[in-house]
């Protein structure tokens, strides 16, 4: 990902204000380290970069909470300071190649689009995981009158399907860079007619990390349509079994389950190829909607209401989790904004879903910096004992 090196230099010469196309919002120093966090708006987005400093050179580089899908953002934001700067480079990796660029903008969705969005086709189908996008793109083509939402969490991947949608002149595929758990919280109920979770990662070692999981069905089976069904596809027998565990489990009340074993589909990934020629079984579970479900309503308030900057705040801020019985509260890391605001950068939410998000905080107000967290009804309590505990 964009980043360069450069020789350490007087950061003292930073200062809010426009370096070309991009606008400098303001500057965090870490109070544990030397680093910098630089908020920066590019072409109406805003995002952190990142510097971090050791003894002989420093790395100016992108945030990964804050990093907006399209890589050439990054990579004019770093330009446009650096040569307003004039910064001494000794490497670089951001050389902007237009040719690449991705324009099918309006088939790039941000998670926050889905509070209040039109969905332009009767019918529609999700794809969690698509990888290189040859099953997606294949549906879509397949099916022009049917928007299909591919939900992918690796950066490049997304990126490359959307030039492909482009290349390929399709209208009816949405991509969204996010993790696919917390986005299904905010697709309506009742909308889709499948789901696809095709060869996801088996995470033996961090089950926690899985995608399917009990919280994942219930909310398949709400946002399916009766009669839709989820689509499960992997080659891993350990992972097979877990899903027949999470699909038939004993909080589970009623489910209609079918199961087949190397079933050809119409289409086939590079990866399954390969694990085809080594003869490795492929399993396909699906999971049959069986009635309609209630409908979802994201009325959930994320603002900051009376919580301003005191000095007393940054000295009682803990860097250790705060547990409670279904979420938790993590302050990683304090920026300071100067003498008259911080940065806090902090997970919380759920256990298997959490959010990874910037507080930004001045005398005058406090906001999520970036996007506000997703709105379900487990970020939306810990939001409020997070209000709680920063209220001083």
């Not at 992972?239 to 489990?249: A, E, R, V």
Request: glycine share 2%.
């Amino acid at each position: 990902m964009p980043h360069i090196t450069v020789k350490p230099f007087d950061t003292s010469i930073l200062k809010k204000g426009k370096y070309g196309e991009t606008k400098v919002l303001f500057i965090a120093n870490d109070t544990h380290t030397l680093d910098e966090l630089i908020a920066v708006e590019h072409k109406n987005e805003s995002f952190l970069l990142h510097l971090k400093k050791s003894k002989d050179n420093w790395l100016l580089k992108y945030d990964k909470v804050t990093r907006p899908l399209k890589v050439n953002l990054l990579k004019q934001a770093i330009f446009d300071i650096s040569n307003k700067l004039n910064l001494d480079i000794i490497n670089s990796n951001i050389a902007i190649h237009t040719a690449s660029e991705i324009k099918s903008s309006i088939y790039e969705k941000k998670i926050e689009d889905f509070i209040d969005i039109n969905f332009p086709f009767d019918e529609v189908s999700i794809e969690v995981g698509f990888g290189s996008g040859k099953h997606l793109l294949y549906q879509a083509k397949r099916n022009p009158n049917k928007l299909f939402i591919g939900i992918e969490i690796h950066t490049p991947s997304a990126m490359q399907v959307l030039k492909q949608i482009e290349l390929l002149d399709l209208n009816n595929i949405w991509v969204v860079n996010y993790d696919a758990r917390l986005l299904l919280e905010m697709i309506p109920s009742n909308l889709c007619s499948e789901i696809f979770v095709h060869f996801p990662v088996p995470w033996d070692k961090k089950p926690q990390r899985r995608v399917i999981s009990s919280i994942f069905l219930k909310e398949s089976m709400r946002v399916l349509k009766k009669e839709g069904r989820l689509e499960l596809r992997t080659d891993s027998h350990k992972y097979f079994w877990y899903s027949l565990d999470t699909f038939l489990g004993d909080n589970v009340p009623k489910t209609l389950v079918e199961i087949r074993k190397n079933e050809a589909l119409e289409v086939t990934s590079k990866y399954e190829a390969r694990w085809l020629k080594q003869d490795k079984d492929i399993y396909d579970v699906y999971v049959k909607s069986l009635e309609k479900s209630k409908e979802r309503i994201l009325d959930f308030d994320f603002s900051f209401n009376n919580i301003f900057y005191k000095q007393e705040l940054l000295d009682k801020i803990t860097s250790k989790p705060i547990i409670f019985k279904e979420s938790f509260i993590h302050f990683e890391r304090v920026f300071k904004v100067k003498e008259e605001a911080i940065l806090i950068k902090l997970a919380f939410g759920s256990f298997d879903r959490p959010e990874h998000k910037f507080i930004y905080i001045n005398e005058k107000e406090a906001y999520y910096f970036h996007s506000n967290p997703v709105k379900t009804l487990t970020n939306h309590k810990t939001h409020l004992k997070i209000m709680e505990y920063l209220n001083v």
